[in-house]
C-alpha cells in the first residue's frame, strides 16, 4: 500500500506562530511556474509575486507601468506551482488608490482568478482604511512601508528611509496602525537597521526584511538579484548567491558557436 506524503501550506496562521516561535520567514519574488516550483521544493515559505516584474520581466524603468492583468497572468502560473509556499499577489500602482471598493475588488481578484493566499500593498497610514476592508473581506494583507518603490517619484529617489527622527517615529506609528487594521505582516525597505529591530519588537506581526537588517522576523529578495539574472543594476542589500546571467551568455555562446561549425545536433539528438 502506498503512502502519501501531505504537504502542509504555509498560512497566516503559520507566519504568526514562527513569529512566536523565533523561526524566521523566508521570502522570494517569483512569476513563472517552473522558478515558483524550484522555490517550493527547496523549502521556501512565501512567493511574492512582485510589482517587480515590470521591471525583471518585462524591462520597464519602475513598477509603475505594470497593470492588474500582468499580475493576474503572473500570478496564475506561480499558483500552479506552489504545493507549500504561501502566495502573496503585489497589487499594482493603481489597483488599490482610487476607492476602497476597487481596491477590494482588485485584492479579491488575486485570490479568485489567480488563486494567490494574500496580497500586498504599500503605504503606511494612507492605506489602513484599504486594509481593513480588504482584511474584512477575509484576504490576508502584507503591509509595505519604508521605500515605496510606487511612491518613488514622491519620495525622490530610491532612499532609505526613516534616518531622521521624525521620519523614524512615523515609520514605527505607520507599522502600528496597519497591525491595528488587520495586515499579518509587514515589509520594510531599505530602513535602517536599529529602527526596524524597534518596529519588529513593537509588533506581534511578522516583519520582513529588504535592506531592513538581520533583526526582521523574516527576509526577502527579488529573485533576479540573488541568482545574479539582473545586471541593470545591485541594491546594497542584495546578496547574490549564483551568476546564472554569465551562465546563460556563456552556454548561448557555446550553442551559437556548435550551431555555425555544425557540431549541434549530433547523431545523439537525431532520430
Not at 21 to 43: C, I, W
Not at 63 to 75: A, F, G, N
Not at 191 to 207: D, G, R
Not at 257 to 266: I, L, M, Q, Y
Request: charged share 20%.
Amino acid at each position: 500500500m502506498s503512502t502519501q506524503i501531505r504537504i502542509t501550506r504555509v498560512t497566516t496562521a503559520t507566519v504568526r506562530e514562527m513569529k512566536r516561535k523565533g523561526e524566521r520567514v523566508s521570502m522570494l519574488t517569483a512569476y513563472d511556474y517552473p522558478t515558483a516550483a524550484a522555490m517550493d521544493e527547496a523549502g521556501i515559505d512565501i512567493i511574492l509575486v512582485g510589482d517587480s516584474l515590470g521591471m525583471v520581466v518585462l524591462g520597464y524603468d519602475s513598477t509603475l507601468p505594470v497593470t492588474m492583468e500582468d499580475m493576474i497572468h503572473h500570478t496564475k502560473a506561480v499558483s500552479r506551482a506552489a504545493k507549500r509556499a504561501m502566495v502573496i499577489g503585489d497589487m499594482p500602482f493603481m489597483s488599490y488608490q482610487a476607492s476602497v471598493e476597487e481596491a477590494v475588488r482588485n485584492a479579491g481578484r488575486f485570490m479568485q482568478e489567480a488563486g494567490a493566499h494574500g496580497v500586498k500593498l504599500e503605504g503606511g497610514r494612507e492605506v489602513a482604511d484599504v486594509t481593513r476592508r480588504i482584511v474584512q473581506a477575509g484576504i490576508p494583507v502584507m503591509a509595505h512601508i519604508g521605500l515605496t518603490p510606487q511612491s518613488v517619484h514622491q519620495l525622490g529617489g530610491y532612499r532609505v528611509q526613516g534616518k531622521d527622527h521624525p521620519s523614524a517615529t512615523r515609520l514605527l506609528d505607520d507599522a502600528k496602525i496597519l497591525e491595528e487594521a488587520g495586515a499579518f505582516s509587514v515589509v520594510l525597505e531599505c530602513v535602517p537597521a536599529a529602527l526596524a529591530e524597534k518596529i519588529t519588537a513593537s509588533l506581534s506581526i511578522s516583519t520582513i526584511g529588504i535592506g531592513g537588517g538581520i533583526h526582521c522576523d523574516g527576509q526577502v529578495l527579488v529573485v533576479h538579484d540573488m541568482l545574479g539574472l539582473f545586471e541593470r543594476f545591485t541594491p546594497k542589500f542584495v546578496k547574490k548567491y549564483a551568476s546564472l546571467n554569465v551562465q546563460i551568455k556563456e552556454a548561448v555562446a557555446q550553442y551559437v558557436d556548435e550551431v555555425k561549425k555544425g557540431a549541434f545536433p549530433g547523431p545523439e539528438h537525431s532520430f
